[in-house]
């Protein structure tokens, strides 16, 4: 079966500008989760989606911002970029959002320079 | 606020010998916990997991211990390997209506298994 998808993989963009992620879940999980990887840093929490409902959002500025479609697609905008954002981004799909396993897709490397 | 803690930020062991990965949380709402691994760019990777209704569960190499009195688990890794070299994140979520519907990672140990 196929496992989640992230797409672009890699991206570079420049401070100011808005960026849009892709995350395709496995067939069948309803519950996308989206996290932020930085250097030295674990996993950050950003937000959670089931059934096209935002169930759960860490402690992460408006500029961040997500969407979920009826066939479980999400999506992770980040407007205004800063160079802070620089990040390995990974969205986690599961059945149900928590207690079960969840997984992940490769990540988008976003670069803002 | 960390909830879930990985004291160690490196771990190193002889190719063979056993690895264990130690984390910590302090909600007492969890109720299930994950170990993932993860290799540098990509996403991690499940390895295990455990209900708070066990206090073990083994898979392959792979055990993981979970004492709920000390709010504390670890994942033991028997006999290591080279290709174990990787990031170990372990997780907890909370379930039910009252879950918080995320799972929450600890900051990651760096185990490096020497050949």
């Given at each position: ?113 | 606020?960390?909830?879930v ?20 949380y302090?909600n007492?709402?969890f109720?299930y916990f ?57 997780a907890a979520s ?9 799972y929450i ?11």
């Amino acid at each position: 079966k196929a496992g989640v998808t992230q797409t672009p993989r890699y991206l570079i963009k420049t401070r100011g500008q808005q960026v849009t992620l892709s995350c395709s879940p496995i067939s069948g999980h309803r519950s996308v989760s989206w996290y932020q990887q930085t250097p030295g840093q674990g996993l950050q929490f950003l937000f959670e989606y089931f059934s096209e409902t935002q169930r759960n959002k860490g402690n992460f500025p408006g500029r961040f911002s997500g969407r979920q479609f009826s066939n479980s697609r999400s999506e992770m905008n980040v407007s205004t970029l800063e160079l802070g954002d620089s990040a390995l981004y990974l969205c986690a799909s599961s059945r149900t959002g928590s207690n079960t396993e969840a997984f992940f897709g490769q990540g988008t490397r976003l670069t803002v320079v | 606020d960390q909830q879930v803690k990985q004291n160690s930020p490196s771990l190193s062991v002889q190719e063979g010998r056993i690895s264990i990965l130690n984390c910590d949380y302090t909600n007492s709402m969890f109720d299930y916990f994950l170990w993932y691994k993860k290799y540098p760019a990509e996403g991690p990777t499940f390895l295990i997991s455990i209900s708070s209704i066990k206090d073990k569960n083994e898979d392959g190499r792979f055990t993981v211990f979970l004492n709920k009195s000390a709010k504390h688990l670890s994942l033991h890794i028997v006999p290591s390997q080279p290709g174990d070299s990787a990031v170990y994140f372990c997780a907890a979520s909370e379930s039910g209506n009252s879950g918080t519907y995320k799972y929450i990672f600890g900051t990651g140990t760096r185990l490096k298994v020497l050949a």
